[in-house]
C-alpha cells in the first residue's frame, strides 16, 4: 500500500532502523575512556549486577554519556536555560553564582534564532512536493543523525565575577544539573570553569537508569539537592526571604523531602479518563479534617486542592511549583490556641516534590517574625463557574504553557490556521482543528508544550527535548527512532507518527520492508519569524495560544485569555 499522497508504484527506499543506543550522545566516547570511568570511586562504587542486561552500567557510560573539556571562564549551565543533563566533575573546579545570579546581560541572553525574510522565503521555495519528504541522499542506507557540537559562552573577568557574586565551588566528584535533568525544569543557577575542566555530561535518560538502579546515586542526588538548591527555593519564598542565613540555614535542615505519584502520572489519568474521571487513586499529600502541621511548598509536579461536596468532592484550583498549602492553618492554630482543622484535601495529580516545613519549625523561627497574618490560601485562578475548574483539573490542561485555544464564536472554520502551520512545515501540517470543547472555547490537538512534558521520559535516544533557551519541546527528526513512546506518553494525542518519503516521493522502508516513521507535532514554528503561523494567520482572531493559569485566572466564558 502507497503512502497517502506518495504516487503509486514508487520504488522504495531501504534504511536501516535506528534502535536504542545507536545514537550515542558522545560521538567520541571510547572503550578506553570506559574502562578509566569505571575506575573512578563516583563510579567504581555503583554495583553493576544490579542494572537488568538490557540497560548495563558499561552501555550507559558508552552511550548515554559524553567527556567535555571547558577552558577557564566557559559557562556549563545558565541560570534560566532548560537542560537536558546533569555533569559530574572530573577534574579541575568550578563556581556556582547564587542568588541573585549573574546580570542578564553577562549571559548573552538572546532570542532565539529564527529565520530572516530572504531565508523564509527561500525556505519555502525548496519545499518538498510530497507529504513528509526528507532528504536522504548521502546517507549511506542508513537514517542516522549527524553529531553537532556544542559551544560554550566565556565570563571574560572571572576575577571580578567572582568579587561581585556569591558562588560556591565544585570539584572532582561534585555533580549538578541533574535536578534540572531529571525534573525538566529550568537550570537554577549559573555554572562556570574557574580553571580548566574535564566533566562527564550525562543525558538524563542515562541518569535516570543510575537512580532507578543504584541506591547510591539516588541517595547522592537527593543529599545534592538538600545541600546545593534547597536554600534557594526556601529564600525564594516570602515566608522565609527575611530569614537570617544562619536561622534559613538551620531552617533547611529541618525541612521534610518528600514524593507524591510518580513520573509516569499520564497513565493514571489515562486510566482515570476511562473511568469516568475518578479521583481516587490520586495519592492524598493532606487530608481535609487534618490538623495542620506545617507549610507544603510546590517545588515540581501540580496537586489538586477540593473539598467535600455531598458524596463527592469539587476542585477549588490546583497548585503548581512555588505555591504553597497550610500555612495560614499552621498560624491560627498557633496564634490561638485552639484547634484547627484542614477545611481542603491537597492531592497529587501528577508527580509532585513536596517541601514540608514542620509547625514546630515555623512556631519557633516564622511566626514571631510575622507582620501580618497570612490569608488561607486563595488565588486568583479560583474561580466560581460550577465544573470549570473540575474539567480543568480533571483534563490536565493546566500542564500547558502554550495550549492552543479556538473561540468557536468567532472561528469561521476558513482552515487558514491550518495552511498556515503546513506552509510553515513543508507542506505537512502539525495540528489538527478538533478537540474537547467547553462552552464556546475548544482545546485543539496541537502540542501545549507542557509544564511536566512526559513524552519526553520514554524516549531512547533523547530526540524529544526542551529547546535550551526557547524552553518549547521539540523533536530531533534526526535521532527519532519512531518507536511511538513519545505518542503513547502525551496524555492529550498532541503527537502524530507519521510514514516518511525521500524528496522523490519514494516510501522509506527498513530492512524488513516496513515503513519507516517519525514523530511529528506543534513545535511553535521555534524559528519561524512573527512566532506561530497560526495564530498570525486567523483572520476572525479567534486562535490563541496561553497557559494553564491564565486559562483559570481569566475563565473561558470571561473576558481574553
Not at 481535609?288 to 506545617?294: I, K, L, Q, V
Not at 488565588?379 to 490536565?396: H, L, Q
Not at 485543539?444 to 512526559?454: G, K, R, S
Not at 521539540?474 to 507519521?498: E, F
Amino acid at each position: 500500500m502507497a503512502v497517502a499522497g506518495i504516487q503509486a508504484g514508487a520504488p522504495t527506499k531501504v534504511v536501516g532502523r535506528l534502535a536504542r543506543w545507536e545514537v550515542p550522545f558522545g560521538a567520541d566516547m571510547s572503550d578506553a575512556d570506559v574502562d578509566a570511568l569505571l575506575e573512578r570511586p563516583e563510579i567504581a562504587d555503583i554495583k553493576a549486577g544490579n542494572f537488568p542486561p538490557g540497560v548495563p552500567l558499561r552501555g550507559i557510560l558508552r552511550n548515554d554519556a559524553r567527556i567535555v573539556t571547558l577552558a577557564p571562564g566557559a559557562i556549563a549551565v545558565r541560570e534560566g536555560d532548560y537542560g537536558n543533563s546533569a555533569f559530574l566533575v572530573l577534574d579541575g573546579t568550578l563556581r556556582v553564582v547564587l542568588p541573585p545570579g549573574l546580570p542578564h546581560e553577562a549571559l548573552g541572553r538572546q532570542a532565539p534564532e529564527r529565520r530572516g525574510l530572504l531565508a523564509t522565503i527561500a525556505h519555502a521555495l525548496r519545499r518538498p512536493r510530497f507529504p513528509e519528504a526528507r532528504d536522504i541522499a548521502g546517507r549511506a542506507g542508513r537514517l542516522r543523525p549527524g553529531h553537532a557540537s556544542r559551544s560554550y559562552m566565556f565570563l571574560q573577568d572571572i576575577p571580578r565575577v567572582l568579587d561581585e557574586h556569591r558562588s560556591v565551588t565544585l570539584v572532582a566528584g561534585d555533580i549538578f544539573g541533574e535536578l534540572a535533568a531529571l525534573g525538566r525544569v529550568p537550570r537554577s543557577a549559573t555554572v562556570f570553569a574557574e580553571t580548566e575542566a574535564r566533566l562527564l555530561e550525562i543525558r538524563w535518560q542515562g541518569l535516570r537508569e543510575l537512580r532507578r538502579f543504584d541506591p547510591g546515586w539516588k541517595r547522592r542526588i537527593d543529599e545534592n539537592y538538600r545541600r546545593n538548591a534547597l536554600l534557594n527555593h526556601l529564600q525564594a519564598h516570602p515566608v522565609f526571604a527575611s530569614l537570617a542565613p544562619d536561622v534559613l540555614a538551620s531552617v533547611s535542615t529541618r525541612v521534610k523531602l518528600k514524593s507524591f505519584g510518580n513520573s509516569e502520572w499520564h497513565v493514571a489519568h489515562k486510566r482515570a479518563k476511562t473511568n469516568g474521571g475518578n479521583t481516587d487513586e490520586e495519592p492524598i499529600i493532606v487530608a481535609e479534617g487534618s490538623r495542620p502541621d506545617g507549610i507544603y511548598l510546590i517545588r515540581s509536579g501540580f496537586a489538586r486542592l477540593s473539598t467535600r461536596v455531598g458524596g463527592g468532592r469539587r476542585t477549588i484550583t490546583y497548585l503548581g511549583v512555588g505555591d504553597q498549602f497550610g500555612l495560614a492553618e499552621t498560624y491560627a492554630a498557633w496564634k490561638t490556641g485552639s484547634e484547627v482543622r484542614l477545611s481542603q484535601t491537597l492531592s497529587a495529580i501528577s508527580s509532585v516534590d513536596i517541601l514540608r516545613v514542620p509547625a514546630h519549625v515555623l512556631e519557633k523561627h516564622v511566626f514571631p517574625t510575622l507582620h501580618d497574618v497570612p490569608a488561607p490560601f486563595t488565588t486568583e485562578r479560583r474561580i466560581e463557574e460550577d465544573g470549570f475548574v473540575d474539567w480543568m483539573v480533571d483534563e490536565r490542561w493546566v500542564n500547558g504553557t502554550q495550549t492552543m485555544l479556538i473561540d468557536l464564536d468567532r472561528c469561521v472554520r476558513c482552515d487558514d490556521c491550518v495552511r498556515a502551520c503546513a506552509a510553515t512545515h513543508d507542506g505537512n501540517p502539525r495540528f489538527l482543528r478538533h478537540g474537547p470543547v467547553s462552552d464556546h472555547w475548544m482545546v485543539a490537538n496541537a502540542c501545549m508544550h507542557c509544564q511536566d512534558p512526559v513524552c519526553m521520559i520514554g524516549c531512547p535516544t533523547g530526540a524529544i527535548h526542551r529547546h535550551e533557551q526557547a524552553g518549547v519541546v521539540v523533536i530531533n527528526d534526526d535521532t527519532c527512532i519512531g518507536c511511538g513512546t513519545c505518542a503513547a506518553s502525551c496524555p492529550y494525542d498532541n503527537i502524530r507518527l507519521v510514514e516518511i518519503s525521500d524528496l522523490s516521493g519514494a516510501p522509506v522502508v527498513d530492512e524488513t520492508g516496513k515503513p519507516v516513521r517519525k514523530a511529528t507535532k506543534c513545535d511553535l514554528c521555534v524559528g519561524q519569524p512573527g512566532g506561530p503561523a497560526c495564530v498570525r494567520a486567523c483572520p476572525q482572531d479567534a486562535l490563541r495560544r496561553t497557559g494553564g493559569e491564565a486559562l483559570l485566572r481569566h475563565g473561558m466564558k470571561g473576558g481574553p485569555v
